[in-house]
């Protein structure tokens, strides 16, 4: 349960031997995490991984209107809480911290670097919503005008918007098993939501100079929905030292759930490599100032679950094989 009282959906993906890193996901616009970023969760647990997600409030299996985001900053902060919490159980003691982001969770990741800078240790950042193209940002007295009547209407479904669904996923197949995924928000954004991602998008735009972390950012060159012009701003524009960018040719923007099997393999491989890469340095610089921890620690677990499921799976389980490696991992998932 969140500070406003709304009952969040919590879950993870957690190898049975002790994880490299931990991944906190930052999942889309209207997306989830338990069944559209379930792949991603498993491909980094068998890569060794501990990956926590959350649907933001009115998102996926979490309380609220569906897809209404008041304020964008209440995500942000639901999600550091939750992912903190879960960075101070013992037995992550020292252990990296990357957060991993798609589309507006791209922004969400990089708004809770902003709001704890040394935190975290790297981002994933796919196919970023960090700033808007302009190809479709719309004119200043368009945003005056909605901004004035958004608090009379704030949830009204009454801004147009193209079909993101046909847009965003290449292969027909996953595009109709997505389409089909009753957790995703379909409908047409609300007018507050529009306008938070609108504000927020140009806030960032503003501010990619304050980006210090070491991230990562991977963009399809076909990308119609966040322009690749994007991820080229922020990597151009970033003071991160450390700092990659690798754009696919003709890919779109599902670059890890709407592509051919075979792009996506590369994708996660691309990004597997780039975590290990930093999962070893940070580990290496950790047994630098490595502290003994004795057996007296309590775990504070969050707050954010009344009870416990097991969400759908095809091996109704807690915990299988996973990939040709036969690496075992545990699936939880609570609300």
Same mark, same amino acid.
């Given at each position: 349960? $969140? ?33 559209? /970023? ?16 959350? *649907? ?8 609220? !209107? ?10 942000? $902060? ?12 013992? @037995? ?11 589309? /507006? ?10 709001? =704890? ?16 193209? @302009?190809?479709? %940002? &719309? ?6 005008? +909605? ?12 801004? &147009? ?14 595009? @109709? ?9 379909? =409908?047409? &954004? ?6 938070? /991602? ?7 735009? =503003?501010?990619?100079?304050?980006? %210090?972390? !070491? ?22 524009? #970033? ?21 051919? *099997? =075979? ?12 975590? *290990? %890469?930093? #999962?070893? $340095? ?24 009344? %009870?416990?499921?097991? #969400? ?16 075992? +991992? ?6």
């Amino acid at each position: 349960m $969140n500070s406003r009282g709304v009952q969040l959906f919590t879950c993870k993906w957690v190898p049975l031997s002790s994880p490299k890193a931990l991944v906190f996901l930052c999942h889309g616009y209207g997306m989830e995490c338990s069944s559209f /970023m379930r792949e991603c969760g498993v491909r980094l647990a068998c890569a060794n991984y501990a990956v926590y997600g959350i *649907d933001y409030e009115g998102h996926g299996q979490s309380e609220g !209107p569906r897809c209404y985001i008041k304020k964008f900053d209440n995500i942000v $902060n639901d999600c550091y809480d939750y992912y903190k919490s879960i960075s101070e159980i013992p @037995e992550y003691k020292g252990k990296a911290k990357f957060l991993y982001g798609e589309s /507006m969770g791209g922004a969400v990741a990089l708004l809770l670097h902003r709001k =704890d800078p040394s935190f975290w240790d790297g981002a994933v950042l796919v196919a970023p919503m960090c700033k808007i193209s @302009e190809k479709v %940002k &719309p004119p200043q007295v368009v945003i005056n005008i +909605l901004t004035k009547v958004e608090d009379v209407i704030p949830k009204w479904k009454i801004v &147009p918007t193209k079909d993101v669904i046909n847009s965003a996923f290449k292969d027909p197949a996953k595009r @109709e098993r997505i389409r089909r995924n009753k957790l995703i928000y379909q =409908d047409k &954004p609300r007018l507050k939501t529009a306008l938070e /991602m609108l504000r927020t998008s140009m806030s960032l735009e =503003d501010s990619l100079y304050k980006v %210090k972390l !070491p991230f990562f950012v991977l963009h399809g060159e076909a990308d119609i929905v966040t322009d690749p012009e994007v991820s080229r701003a922020l990597y151009e524009r #970033a003071s991160s030292k450390d700092k990659t960018i690798k754009l696919y040719p003709g890919m779109w923007h599902g670059l890890t759930s709407g592509e051919p *099997d =075979d792009n996506i393999d590369k994708v996660f491989e691309d990004i597997i490599i780039w975590l *290990d %890469k930093h #999962a070893t $340095n940070v580990a290496y610089d950790s047994l630098q100032s490595i502290e003994a921890f004795g057996n007296d620690g309590i775990e504070n677990l969050t707050k954010v679950a009344s %009870k416990e499921k097991i #969400a759908p799976q095809k091996q109704r389980r807690r915990s299988y094989l996973c990939g040709l490696r036969g690496r075992r +991992l545990l699936y939880h998932s609570e609300i």
